[in-house]
């Protein structure tokens, strides 16, 4: 069974950064070949696609976080990282990594608390 551990959140100020981190584990040989993405789901709202990255190492962006993220793999350590800079209050949200092809409930981790305010 594979397991997905995002680590990594916090509270932060406006204009501040984060790094998170996902850490891949279980009975898979390598995520290098799996499109990778970064979810976030903020209190009251549906769950929003905030980046993707895949196996090749090619990216794309929310509009919103445009910029101000970075999505980033180590597929030797079978890790997905998400570098956020210039945190606003709306990037508050529970943070989550899955594939980036579609959700898959299975892998959902406990995810990782982003709250940016002052």
């Known amino acids: 069974q594979v397991q997905l551990v995002e680590s990594g959140g916090g509270l932060v100020q406006p204009g501040g950064s984060l790094r998170l981190s996902c850490a891949a584990s279980?009975?898979?040989?390598?995520?290098?070949?799996?499109?990778m993405a970064w979810y976030r789901q903020a209190p009251g709202k549906q769950r929003e696609l905030v980046a993707r990255i895949t196996g090749g190492g090619s990216t794309n962006y929310a509009d919103s976080v445009k910029g101000r993220f970075t999505i980033s793999r180590d597929n030797a350590k079978n890790m997905v990282y998400l570098q956020m800079n210039s945190l606003k209050p709306e990037d508050t949200a529970v943070y989550y990594c899955n594939t980036g092809s579609t959700w898959v409930e299975s892998l959902r981790g406990q995810g990782t608390q982003v709250t940016v305010s002052s």
């Open positions: 279980g009975r898979i040989f390598s995520i290098a070949a799996v499109t």
